[in-house]
Every structure is written in structure tokens, then in C-alpha cells.
């Protein structure tokens, strides 16, 4: 392991992060389970992809209802993906390859099955261990928290037969949801930090953190009490923990994700979830108010905080975050078949999406790497890979990974009625079409395109750390910003959200002087005047130029 007091703080500000399920990636003992042993052997893949971080999804015991968001042993892992010495093998060979691996901390629930919660079922009411989780007499409290699984709970109560009184579940009712305001169970998390911590791991996602207190009259989302617990986790971590990272889960508007950062004293980063959406509508709508509107409407954040940024994840593509006029054409738009729906989302992959699209594909991307945070590549997304929504819940974007036209995908050498999911097998999409070892004999792949991308993006800190302001050209197709960092480091980028060509002037008297440089090509363009800059755009075209002083 690296000396961590060497390491740059801020690490995860010029992060690219690559969010990957073990159980998806590959099955290094053909079960039909991906395993840690699995991941070991493709980390050479994801090195030479250029990512520098993992995330990996849960990987604890769990009856696996939700996919192991409902955990039942926080200090063990699943057997099914190896066992912690494994892990460990895992952590070491990421950490030689500089590769930071990031964990999932669910802080919010647990399982049913979870020893704390067995124990508070029988336990004396009004007992420490009773408390663990939230219960009452009645399912009438705290009627204005919404439901966010919709389409399988109808209530945030359940009745527990054995204790006689219902708990309390954000989600789904096999995850009670553990209750903050017993300081045990603070006690307990922050142990559980230490034992994974200890181990080497770089950082949590901090799991569904808006719910972690209720209170009456009130939606029980954002409340002051939970920041006072994220504080307190955050102290915990800067007193023992030097140069961890927490990544916040708050699925909510800008102005409500802003104090989950605090003063610096809370989650280093959070995700931004609105902004997700807007990329799609604004493809869709070929216009960019709504990127521009909502990064506009996002506020400042701490010099030492970042933004997650991500088109596509494990989850539903989500629509909490936007208006009810916006979520119905982002419906329509994007799931005409209402199988692709699921709760208050749509089920897909980024290339089905895009209807396979390579240029709408690299526009998006392009997007993700140029706006101001730290970009998060979900698996498969790199090669194009496609989803099966006939497969329930989120399982359709949660398919083996395609590494080869072979059996299984290249995933698994098990008998194919063995392997955790059905691969992906339509003639678009299927593994026989779409999968690693081809992209990589194909110099003109998308698998290529994204490497070298994200090369190309860490090359520029300016992406991950700079400024960004808008430019207003009159041609609403085009989005254009320019980042600032430092003294002279400037990046101008342009994007044209239509499938026509287009063009467009742009003021840039600012910059009158200097030489855009395109970086892909390290083309230079014309010097900027004081008269607008014109350029044109070829169809989901777009460019990043570095502006560069006059070479004497
Ligand atoms: C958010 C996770 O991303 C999702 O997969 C999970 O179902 C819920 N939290 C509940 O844990
Ligand atoms: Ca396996």
C-alpha cells in the first residue's frame, strides 16, 4: 500500500471512478458468480482503461433482495465473491496499480435477516437493542415522507409480527431502517468504518444519507439531525482516517445536496443528480437551457468538496429530480415502452438510450468529462453494452460483463443455466456483437474512443478542479462553457446537442490573443479576435480546446 501521508488530500478531485458489481465482472471459478478473484484478473483491463478508482457495489453478507443494499454482516464479505483475505488480495492489487477502491456504506438500513435487527424484534420495547431501529404502535406516523419504491411498497411501515409494532423502511420492507437517534447505532457504524478502513479501503458511498432521522411533520429527508450524525461520522474520519474519502448518496435538489458538503466538515463528495437527467433531455430537446439552467442554479461548494458526476449507474435512470412537465417528456422521450419503467425511472443502459448511437454516445461523454466534478463510468458503458429490461427490478443493467464472442460472454466458464443472470444476447447488443476482445482488435471502437478520452481528460487538471462559465451563443444547440484554473490553464468547450450541422459565433473577446487548440487532434484553429469566433459543428460534433498563448 502506498504511504498514505505522501498522498495528494484531494486525490479524488482528478479521480475517474468506474463503478463495477464483483457478481457482474468476471468469475474467476466458475460458478457463474463474478468474484474478487475475478476482478484481481481483470484490474490490468481497467488500469490500461485509465480509470483510477473503483467503486464496487456491496459485497457483504445478504439474502441479496435488493441486490445487497440489504447488508445482514457489515465486517464479512458474501461468500459467493470470496472472503476478506480475498478482499484483501483485491485491495493490494489495486493499490499497485494506483488504483483507490472505494466501498458501499449502507448508513440508512440493514437487512431483516441482520443480527441487530433479530435481536430488537424480541427485545424489551423501549430497549437500547429494541431501539436500533425505528417502530411504532401505529403506521400513521410521519405521513409526509414519500415512498421511493413505488411499485413494489405502498406504506414506510411494516408489521413485525414477533415485536407487535411496525418499523420503519425508506425502502424496501425487508430493510428496516436504523435509527439515529439511539447513539448506539452511531457507535456501531463508526466501528464498522474502522474495521473496513483498517483494511485499506480509500472511501464509502455513504447509501441513501438524506433518511437517516424522522421526524413529524416533516417529508424525514435533509434534516438537521442527519447532518449532525454526518459530521460526526466526517470527525471520526479526519481523526483517524487521513485522506478518505466520503461520497454522499442524496438523491435531491442542488440547493438540498449543498450542506450534505457542510463547511468542508461533512461528505467530500456527493453526486449530483439533477444535472444527470438534464444531459438526456437536453440531447433530446437540441437545446442546452436545461444543462445550463440547473449548473447555474447549483451552488458554490467548499474548495476541498466535489461533485460526482454519471450518466448511467445501477439503479433506474431517476426522474425524482425533475419537474412533473420534464419527467413526462423524459418518458417519452426515452422509454416508449413502458417495460423500460421502473418507480420513478427508466431502466436502461447509456447505449440503448442513445438507440446505439456512437456520436450521441460521445457528445454525452464528452459532456460528463468536461463539467466541472469527477466523472463515474459504470461498467459495460465503456464497450456500448446494452440491458434487458424483461429481467425484474434493476437486474437488466446489472448483466455479466461482455469480454468475449465465447461462451457465457467470456464472463463465466459455468454451465449457462448456472450463471447468476442470462447474458446479453440480441443481435445489437449481444455479447457476440459487443464485447471486449473485440473493441480492443478494432482501433476505431468505442472501447478505444473512451480510453483514449479519458487519457486525454487526465491530462488537463483544469477539468477536474477549474471554474466554469457559460458562454451565451445565440445558436441555443450549442453548449458551450470555458474552464478556468490557475493562472493558465483554459479549456473551451463546445457542443452541438443537434443531429444537424450547425453553426456558431462565439464571444470570446475575453480571450482575444490566444490560440485555440483543438486537444484531441492538437489542431491549432485560427487566433481569437475581438470579433465573435465562428465555428461549425458537424452533427453531435464537439470540441475541447486548450487556449494557449502565441507561440513566439
Ligand atoms: C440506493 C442504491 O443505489 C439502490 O440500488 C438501493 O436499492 C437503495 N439505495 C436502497 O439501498
Ligand atoms: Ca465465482
Redesign the pocket.
Known sequence: MSLRGEEDPLWYKDAIVYEVPVKSFFDANNDGIGDFSGLIEKLDYLHGLGVTCLWLLPCFPSPLK??G?DISNYTDVHPSYGTIDDFKRLLAAAHERDLKVLIEL?VN?TSDQHQWFQAARVAPAGSSARNFYVWSETDQKYQDARIIFIDTEQSNWAWDPVAKAYYWHR?FNH?PDLNYDNPEVLEQILHVMDFWLEMGVDGFRL??VPYLIEREDTNCENLPETHIILKAIRRHIDTHWPNRMLLA?ANQWPADVRPYFGDGDECHMAFHFPVMPRLFMALHLEERDPIVEIMERTPSIPETCQWALFLRN??ELTLEMVTDEERDYMYLAYSADPTARLNVGIRRRLAPLMNNSRHRIELLTSVLFSLPGTPIIYYGDEIGMGDDMHLGD?NGVRTPMQWSGDRNAGFSRADPQQLFSPVISDPVYGYQAVNVESEEHDPASLLHWTRNMIRLRRLFRVFGRGTIDFLQPANRAVLAYVRRHEEDDTILCVANLARNVQPVHLDLGEFAGLVPVEILGYTEFPVIGVEPYFLTLGPYGFYWFELQHRRR
Open positions: 435488493d441486490d443494499y449502507v438500513h425502502f430493510q447509501d441513501a448518496e445501477h439503479d434493476r
